[in-house]
């Protein structure tokens, strides 16, 4: 049985009794000042600025998602970009190559071109230089054979005959 219902409970040096007392009016004061009602409205208030707070979480979750999106279009946008400028460089060099190769084919072509040019006038020129080295030497030859033929005295009909024309066509 409980202790409240002896006695022995009720007398007044009982201290007990006094605990059951004091907490009996610590209950009515905390009723009589509006202690429930306080701690309602404080458990309110942390329970909404929790609730402010989670709302403004979720609130920064979605532009922070919102700006991952972003991010992640402009890189795949970048990336399709890199790709593209990947592929023109790639056309270019290509190009590039293309019109070198000509380039060096067509000067190939041209110092080939001129190369035999002056293998041809090197030609010419060496011919002309036999040629003239043979006139030169024909006429040496001839002017010694003359010579010879005037220092052995005797003339020659075929000269003379030139001679005499000589004189006539100088008139």
């Not at 907490?23 to 909404?48: C, H, N, Q, R, S």
């Not at 970009?81 to 460089?89: G, R, S, W, Y």
Request: net charge negative; proline share 2%.
């Amino acid at each position: 049985m409980p202790a409240f219902f002896e006695g022995e409970f009720w007398q007044i040096a009982n201290p007990e009794l006094w605990v059951g007392v004091g907490l009996i009016l610590f209950i009515a004061i905390v009723i009589w000042a509006k202690a429930p009602a306080m701690i309602a409205g404080k458990l309110d208030e942390t329970a909404a600025k929790i609730q402010t707070d989670l709302d403004e979480a979720a609130r920064i979750r979605a532009e922070a998602e919102a700006l991952l999106a972003t991010i992640r279009a402009e890189r795949e946008e970048t990336e399709r970009q890199a790709i593209a400028m990947l592929a023109a460089a790639k056309a270019d060099v290509a190009q590039m190559e293309i019109e070198a190769k000509a380039k060096l084919e067509d000067q190939i072509k041209r110092r080939a071109e001129m190369a035999e040019r002056k293998i041809a006038q090197s030609e010419a020129q060496a011919q002309a230089d036999v040629k003239a080295a043979a006139v030169d030497l024909a006429a040496q030859i001839a002017e010694q054979v003359l010579m010879a033929r005037l220092a052995a005295g005797g003339s020659d009909g075929l000269v003379d005959t030139a001679i005499g024309q000589i004189g006539a066509k100088l008139q």
